[in-house]
């Protein structure tokens, strides 16, 4: 027992049984559904900005690019224009490819002792965290784009695409889309990773734990509602659809699974600026990877740098020119 | 990464983020009505209650194809005591023998909610074929 991931776990059920009880039993479907959402949305969009322009804020008075691979040197030798760019093309492609692929991840290596009589350290390389994060953010990524055909009216023909592909097996009625499943086992994945890699539970506190409780609980009341309970999809979407058309409605009959589902979504954004789920806005501003390693070719000049009085050889000499002509130096004007 | 080129991000995020709500910017919240034929409104009562129907039928159509296909069992027994044909295009007893204007009962809510059944791969609209 662990208190880093049993209060947060605790934590999580309190809010969905607070969001489930208070629609339930005291009937404040119009504070769980319509108040907590707008503060949520003000709350993210505010906090994402405030976070970013602080970031925006601080001076980057060096280059610090983590080189990964041959600095561009003399013209023999081949420069890797990825891994050590020299110019904003080769920043560009390894910003995309770690935005994308989270390349930096894939060299994820784990440390461990040979399990023989030498018990030699050994590093090896990892690859579980890499599969596990790609699964998961791009499932969840899929997840919401999907959650937009609530939201928009008419509905894109994008969006139905997608619909269709994330559903192409056309298992059951409501058939399987595949990203939400994916997105609780990948989720359950990275939990039981800090759970029991000692080493990796070792470091983990409750702000890491937290998010993925709160992610594991919104994947499965969502998935709960759409294959288990059901849910009158028509009324919830006219119900989003008054959110953002700003004239909010309560639909008749839609019970306290969905307005939990509701809150938690709205803990997640409300929650996300001031968390380390933050690294959303912040793997762009990351300064080993987004600047060019180009310290030497290119003169940067410390940003605060202040001006500073310089006693040039001009003032010098109108200083000392008689005294210089009386010992005999050399002086450019003559008077 | 130069300050101008932070705030032209998030410029482009903060209006992503909010994309539904300027999306939406004049639309309603009215979800479109969906017309019962004459039949269907003389009958008043469908094989489940209303709100169990709205969020549940998908299923119950499931279970009924696989009573049909395996069993062989065509009549569903319903909780409120009528007699159902388990079809969904087949007869007068089926789906669309009450529910006839396969446009104005089923499409409209499911091009809404953007769901799109695989029903119609199989069957028809009876309406159509005559047509």
Redesign the interface.
């Given at each position: 027992m662990n208190q880093k991931y049993m209060l947060p776990l605790a934590g999580v059920f309190l809010l969905f049984l607070l969001a489930y009880a208070g629609v339930e039993g005291a009937g404040l479907q119009w504070f769980f559904g319509i108040v907590i959402p707008y503060l949520a949305v003000i709350a993210f969009i505010w906090g994402f900005v405030n976070r970013v322009m602080g970031w925006a804020a601080s001076a980057v008075p060096f280059r610090i690019p983590t080189t990964c691979g041959q600095q561009k040197s003399l013209p023999w030798i081949k420069q890797n224009c990825i891994d050590n760019p020299d110019k904003a093309s080769g920043v560009f492609i390894r910003m995309l490819l770690e935005i994308f692929l989270f390349r930096s991840l894939f060299r994820n290596t784990k440390a461990a002792f040979n399990r023989n009589e030498k018990n030699k350290l050994t590093y090896s390389w990892e690859i579980f965290l890499w599969v596990g994060a790609l699964a998961f953010h791009y499932a969840f990524l899929v997840v919401i784009v999907r959650h937009l055909r609530f939201f928009l009216e008419p509905v894109p023909a994008c969006l139905t695409f997608l619909e269709f592909m994330d559903g192409i097996v056309q298992i059951g009625l409501p058939g399987i889309f595949i990203s939400g499943i994916v997105l609780l086992f990948a989720a359950l994945f990275l939990l039981a990773r800090r759970i029991f890699d000692a080493k990796v539970s070792y470091i983990s506190l409750a702000a890491d734990y937290f998010p993925l409780f709160l992610i594991i609980g919104i994947a499965v009341t969502g998935i709960a509602m759409r294959y288990f309970t059901k849910v009158d999809i028509v009324g919830i979407k006219e119900f989003t659809m008054g959110l953002v058309t700003f004239h909010p409605v309560i639909p008749a009959g839609v019970g306290g699974l969905f307005y939990a589902h509701v809150f938690m979504v709205s803990l997640l954004f409300a929650y996300f600026p001031m968390s380390k789920l933050m690294h959303m806005g912040g793997i762009f501003l990351s300064p080993t990877r987004n600047m060019a390693n180009n310290t030497r070719a290119k003169r940067h000049v410390n940003p605060w740098n202040y001006a500073v009085d310089v006693h040039t050889y001009e003032h010098y000499e109108d200083h000392f020119r008689e005294k210089m002509i009386e010992a005999g130096l050399p002086v450019d004007k003559k008077e | 990464?130069s300050?101008n080129a932070?705030?032209a991000?998030?410029v482009v995020?903060?209006a992503a983020?909010?994309?539904?709500?300027w999306?939406?910017i004049g639309?309603?919240?009215?979800?479109p009505e969906i017309e019962l034929s004459e039949k269907a409104k003389a009958a008043k009562q469908c094989v489940l209650d209303k709100?169990d129907m709205?969020?549940?039928h998908?299923?119950l159509?499931?279970e009924w194809r696989d009573s049909v296909v395996r069993d062989a069992d065509r009549m569903y027994k319903s909780t409120n005591g009528k007699d159902f044909g388990m079809s969904l295009s087949t007869g007068e007893n089926s789906c669309l023998g009450c529910h006839t204007d396969k446009a104005k009962f089923c499409d409209r809510?499911h091009?809404?909610?953007?769901?799109?059944?695989?029903c119609w791969e199989c069957h028809t609209d009876p309406k159509e074929v005559t047509q």
């Open positions: - | 990464m300050k932070i705030i991000g998030l995020f903060v983020a909010l994309f539904p709500f999306f939406n639309g309603t919240n009215a979800a709100y709205r969020a549940n998908m299923s159509l499931d809510c091009t809404y909610a953007s769901v799109t059944p695989y």
